[in-house]
Nanobody, 117 residues
Framework: QVHLVESGGGLVQPGGSLRLSCACN????????MDWYRQTPGKQRELVAA???????DYADFVKGRFTISRDNAKNTVDLQMNNLKPEDTGVYYC???????????WGQGTQVTVSS
């Protein structure tokens, strides 16, 4: 059974930074893609960023230049560094993994990010 546990969410002022971390209970070296999604109020869950086993990264347009995804295969973690946060970034952020192409196979429980003054 795969378990993903997110941490690092919280309340931050606009323009501030947060770093989310996701820990997996199994070796992630062979996992095709480790992703971060978010669900903001009134919207469907959407992809924020992804990183593959080859360290190829992909970002949603609305976070390019502000967020950075990174994976550490030795620690079995994937982090999301979020800078210059905006109120519209408020939502629940989920870690997910894909064993191959297609939709995510496993999800974390989510962590709340609130950007507000």
């Amino acid at each position: 059974q795969v378990h993903l546990v997110e941490s690092g969410g919280g309340l931050v002022q606009p323009g501030g930074s947060l770093r989310l971390s996701c820990a997996c209970n199994r070796n992630i070296f062979a996992i095709y893609s480790m992703d971060w999604y978010r669900q903001t109020p009134g919207k469907q869950r959407e992809l924020v960023a992804a990183v593959t086993t080859s360290d190829i990264t992909d970002y949603a347009d609305f976070v390019k230049g502000r967020f950075t995804i990174s994976r550490d295969n030795a620690k079995n973690t994937v982090d999301l560094q979020m800078n210059n946060l905006k109120p519209e970034d408020t939502g629940v952020y989920y870690c997910a993994i894909k064993m191959g192409l297609g939709p995510p196979d496993y999800w974390g429980q989510g962590t709340q990010v609130t950007v507000s003054s």
